[in-house]
C-alpha cells in the first residue's frame, strides 16, 4: 500500500499543483474559469488512450516511444510556461486585465491536458496490473485513494496560499514558480533523452540523496514542484537553465522598467 501511495502522490501532485496555479491565477487576474473543464475532460480521456495503447507506444520507434513522447509531453508544458509568463510580464508594470485572455486559456488547458495525459496514465497502468490479483488490487486501490488524496489537498492549500495573497505580490510569485516548472520539466526532458541514448549521458554533478532522497514525501513534493533530481547529469542542468532563462531574463528588465518609473 505504501508503495502505491508513494507512486499515486508522485503523479497526481504535480498535476493538482499545476491545476491549482492556474486556477488561482484566473481568479487573481479575472480571467474566467471555463477552461478548466475543457482541460481535465481532455486530460482524463488522454490518459486512458496513453494507458491502453502503452504497450503498443512503448515498441513503437524501436522502442522509444514512450520515452520520446513522455518528453514531447514535458516539452509542451514547458513551453508553455514559459510563453505564459512571458504573457504576462507586461502585468507587473502594467496592472489590469490581461488582453490575452483567448490565448491564456489555450495554454492553461495544455498544460494542465497534457499534464494528465502523462501523469494519469501511469496510474491506470500501475493499476491494471493488479487486475488480476483481487487482495492486491484491493490494498492497490486504497493507497491510491490515500495518495490521491494528499495530492489534492496540497494542491488545494496552494490555491488558496495564491488566492489570498495580495495582488502586488502574487504575480511575482506565480512567475517564480512558472520558471522553476519549467525548469523542472526541462530536467526531465532531458532525463527521457538520456534513457534512450539520444544525448551522451555523464557522471551525476552531485548526489542529494542523504538531504532528500527522490521516493520520500519530501522528495516527491520537491520533484513535483522542482522536477527534482538527486543525482543531476550536467546536460540537464543545461537544460534547467535554458528553460529558466527567459523568464528570468524577462523579470530581471521588468524590475529594471520599474526602477525606472519609480526614478521617474
Same mark, same amino acid.
Given at each position: 500500500?505504501?508503495?502505491?501511495?508513494?507512486?499515486?502522490?508522485?503523479?497526481?501532485?504535480?498535476?493538482?499543483?499545476?491545476?491549482s496555479?492556474?486556477?488561482?491565477?484566473?481568479?487573481q487576474?479575472?480571467?474566467? %474559469?471555463?477552461?478548466?473543464?475543457?482541460?481535465?475532460?481532455?486530460?482524463?480521456?488522454?490518459?486512458?488512450?496513453?494507458?491502453?495503447?502503452?504497450?503498443? $507506444?512503448a515498441?513503437?520507434?524501436?522502442?522509444?516511444?514512450?520515452?520520446?513522447?513522455n518528453?514531447?509531453?514535458?516539452?509542451?508544458v514547458?513551453?508553455?510556461?514559459?510563453?505564459?509568463?512571458?504573457?504576462?510580464?507586461?502585468l507587473?508594470?502594467?496592472?489590469?486585465?490581461?488582453s490575452?485572455?483567448?490565448?491564456? %486559456?489555450?495554454?492553461?488547458?495544455?498544460?494542465? %491536458?497534457? %499534464?494528465?495525459?502523462?501523469?494519469?496514465?501511469?496510474?491506470?497502468?500501475?493499476?491494471?496490473?493488479?487486475?488480476?490479483?483481487?487482495?492486491?488490487?484491493?490494498?492497490?486501490?486504497?493507497?491510491?485513494?490515500?495518495g490521491?488524496? $494528499?495530492?489534492?489537498?496540497?494542491?488545494?492549500?496552494?490555491?488558496?496560499?495564491?488566492?489570498?495573497?495580495?495582488?502586488?505580490?502574487?504575480?511575482?510569485?506565480?512567475?517564480?514558480i512558472?520558471?522553476?516548472?519549467?525548469?523542472?520539466?526541462?530536467?526531465?526532458?532531458?532525463?527521457?533523452?538520456?534513457? $534512450?541514448?539520444?544525448?551522451?549521458?555523464a557522471?551525476?554533478?552531485?548526489?542529494s540523496?542523504?538531504?532528500?532522497?527522490?521516493?520520500?514525501?519530501?522528495?516527491?513534493?520537491?520533484?513535483?514542484?522542482?522536477?527534482?533530481d538527486?543525482?543531476?547529469?550536467?546536460?540537464?542542468?543545461?537544460?534547467?537553465?535554458?528553460?529558466?532563462?527567459p $523568464?528570468?531574463?524577462?523579470?530581471?528588465?521588468?524590475?529594471?522598467?520599474?526602477?525606472?518609473?519609480?526614478?521617474?
Amino acid at each position: 500500500m505504501v508503495d502505491a501511495v508513494l507512486l499515486v502522490l508522485r503523479e497526481v501532485l504535480e498535476a493538482a499543483l499545476m491545476f491549482s496555479l492556474l486556477l488561482a491565477l484566473s481568479r487573481q487576474q479575472h480571467l474566467g %474559469s471555463g477552461w478548466w473543464l475543457w482541460a481535465l475532460l481532455m486530460g482524463v480521456a488522454g490518459s486512458w488512450l496513453l494507458a491502453h495503447y502503452a504497450y503498443a $507506444i512503448a515498441d513503437a520507434l524501436d522502442g522509444t516511444g514512450q520515452e520520446l513522447l513522455n518528453a514531447f509531453l514535458y516539452a509542451m508544458v514547458a513551453l508553455c510556461f514559459v510563453v505564459l509568463a512571458l504573457l504576462l510580464m507586461p502585468l507587473l508594470w502594467r496592472p489590469g486585465n490581461s488582453s490575452h485572455h483567448l490565448g491564456l %486559456s489555450f495554454l492553461f488547458i495544455v498544460i494542465v %491536458s497534457f %499534464s494528465l495525459m502523462r501523469e494519469v496514465s501511469e496510474i491506470w497502468i500501475y493499476l491494471s496490473s493488479f487486475a488480476p490479483h483481487s487482495d492486491a488490487l484491493s490494498s492497490a486501490l486504497i493507497g491510491a485513494v490515500i495518495g490521491t488524496g $494528499i495530492g489534492l489537498s496540497l494542491g488545494a492549500i496552494l490555491y488558496y496560499v495564491l488566492v489570498f495573497m495580495r495582488p502586488v505580490f502574487f504575480l511575482p510569485v506565480f512567475l517564480l514558480i512558472a520558471a522553476l516548472l519549467a525548469g523542472g520539466l526541462s530536467m526531465q526532458i532531458a532525463k527521457q533523452l538520456l534513457q $534512450i541514448g539520444m544525448l551522451d549521458s555523464a557522471e551525476p554533478l552531485w548526489d542529494s540523496s542523504f538531504i532528500a532522497n527522490e521516493q520520500s514525501w519530501f522528495g516527491e513534493l520537491l520533484y513535483a514542484l522542482l522536477g527534482y533530481d538527486a543525482q543531476p547529469t550536467p546536460v540537464q542542468i543545461l537544460f534547467y537553465l535554458v528553460a529558466i532563462a527567459p $523568464i528570468l531574463f524577462a523579470l530581471i528588465w521588468s524590475a529594471w522598467r520599474l526602477r525606472g518609473k519609480v526614478n521617474a
